[in-house]
């Protein structure tokens, strides 16, 4: 019981996190581009593979943790239904290259940040 309520508490700070900062992002540069969205992504990668190089390096395997931070937070914050759905809107937009660019940035973008996340985790 005490996982499942870290776990909740994690993906609601994640999940708010995830709406202001996309929001925040989206309103600043004014984009017709999903820009809040691939940065949540990103951040979210970033985080995530921090935590998992952290826990490598220091050899921290309390599953509390893990499902706090890793489960409900970076879960919470990042979001693939929502990359899903902007990818939607900009082919019935009928905007492929766009389209087509958002899914290239944020794979490529997800990947090599959980990437430096590692890195930076285990470095720390």
Not at 4 to 23: A, D, E, P, Q, V
Not at 51 to 58: R, S, W
Not at 64 to 70: G, Q
Request: charged share 10%; proline share 2%; aromatic share 10%.
């Amino acid at each position: 019981m005490n996982q499942l309520l870290l776990i909740f508490l994690g993906g609601g700070l994640g999940s708010l996190t995830r709406f202001f900062l996309g929001k925040m992002i989206q309103e600043r540069t004014g984009a017709d581009f999903p820009l809040g969205t691939l940065t949540v992504n990103v951040a979210a990668s970033l985080v995530l593979g921090f935590f998992i190089g952290l826990v490598e390096a220091k050899n921290l395997t309390n599953p509390a943790f893990r499902a706090l931070v890793a489960v409900g937070f970076c879960g919470g914050f990042s979001t693939f239904s929502t990359f899903a759905n902007d990818n939607v809107l900009l082919l019935l937009d009928q905007r492929p290259l766009a389209a087509l660019l958002n899914m290239l940035l944020n794979v490529t973008g997800c990947i090599a940040a959980t990437f430096g996340g590692l890195w930076l985790g285990k470095t720390v």
